[in-house]
């Protein structure tokens, strides 16, 4: 095992890097023991429960999937290019902390502008180019220097978060960025939607899947879904978990987290409908996606599991 572990290089919106210490509560008994041999994990984000296991259990094989073919990108350049991409990094670093203020407010949003530009034209998620390397830099860069670290797509498919007043953003970790990029020597990544579980999972019975979705919304406004450009509305959230009840009948071990809707409507009961014969507890988190800074307090989520 390394002695330096892993961590989460991306902010990402609804990460859970908080929650782990009471994840690790919830895993299977089976991956403690070494029974588990595959993981998987189809809404990868910013990959905190990811980063865990492979940090501290036997899995063999991984198998890391995202609709955002943007995040993915972003994954593949630090598993197979780091040393370019950390380069390109330390340049973003170098230009960008030596400016005031108004200067650095413009070079984000020259550098926002370029993103959003290229996004129709670039398909690279293969040969990973000097383009696609350069493309990726300029999304940890704009991860790191934005509003909030989220990561937020318009209609149209643009990158919208505005630029963030941060007085030393760390816009490059070279340290972590190389460890990482070890790990994911052992993970096959793709493009891929959570349905095609159904008919790639092999050997159910040493499998286990974390499944962490875009999360219903706890209110009319409080919507915060568009990871991608797809959105993630009730009819899909009920396509998951009939995907959740396929993989438990053919004996995957399974996690799923997800908003707890009675924080503002004790008689919300969708995900007791949708997941009635699973076990469904609660875990204690921080509101990090609010407008009102007031508003970001402690509130509980769902962790549904079929053990």
Sequence with gaps: MMTTQAKPFLKWAGGKSQLIEQFRKHYPTELKSGLIKNYYEPFLGGGAVF?????????????????????????????????????????????????????????????????????????????????????????????????????RLNKSGAFNVPFGDYKNPKIVDDSNLNQVSKRLEQVNLKIADFTQLEHTVTAAKKSFIYFDPPYRPLSQTAGFTAYSQNSFNDKTQIQLAQTFKFLNAKGVKLMLSNSNPKNVDKQDNFFETQYADFLMQTVSAHRMINSVGTKRGKITELLITNY
Aim: hydrophobic share 40%; charged share 30%; net charge positive.
């Design 51 to 151: 980063f865990d296991i492979i940090n501290h259990y036997p899995v063999e094989k991984f198998y890391l999937s995202d609709i955002n073919k943007e995040l993915i990108l972003v994954y593949k350049v630090v598993q197979k290019k780091v040393d370019k991409l950390l380069k390109l990094l330390e340049n973003h670093q170098k230009a960008y902390l030596q400016l005031d203020e108004m200067d650095r407010k413009a070079y984000f949003y020259d550098i926002r502008n370029e993103y959003n530009q290229n996004r129709s034209h670039f398909n690279d998620n293969n040969r990973l180019s000097e383009k696609a390397i350069c493309r990726v830099a300029q999304m940890i860069f704009l991860n790191k220097t934005c509003f909030n670290g989220l990561f």
